[in-house]
């Protein structure tokens, strides 16, 4: 099989217990194996779209951005309720912007490219 490019996102398992102070457990989750050229160009139209749309409010920017990261880039292997709940506020939106542009330029994180090197 060819070597697809993929992508992860590392949220966090016990985000209750972690609020408890127990010790992060965290679940990487891939993109997967196969992303068709139309979330891509998908992908530059959501950037597109929250970085000129004046009247669309921050919220909504985040909204659109954690819908379509849920819904296409990992094609409903995680939900939006999991991007809010699992993923580490600071640089979340960041990490999220991040996949975006992974779909649509083919950059992996280098969070991915230093777990992909340990694993080789």
Do not use: C
Not at 4 to 12: D, F, I, P, Q
Not at 19 to 28: N, V, Y
Not at 88 to 98: E, F, I, R, S
């Amino acid at each position: 099989m060819a070597n697809l490019k993929r992508n992860m996102l590392e949220l966090v398992k016990n985000p209750e217990g972690v609020l408890k102070g127990d010790e992060p457990e965290i679940e990487k989750v891939w993109t997967p194996a196969f992303i068709p050229l139309r979330v891509a160009r998908n992908a530059i139209e959501v950037w597109h779209e929250v970085e000129t749309d004046k009247t669309m409010s921050e919220a909504d920017k985040f909204d659109k951005i954690a819908d379509f990261v849920a819904n296409e880039v990992f094609a409903g292997k995680i939900t939006t309720d999991d991007i809010y709940n699992r993923l580490h506020a600071p640089g979340g939106q960041d990490v999220l912007k991040q996949q975006l542009i992974f779909v649509a330029q083919g950059q992996q994180s280098d969070d991915t490219k230093n777990y992909l090197a340990k694993k080789n």
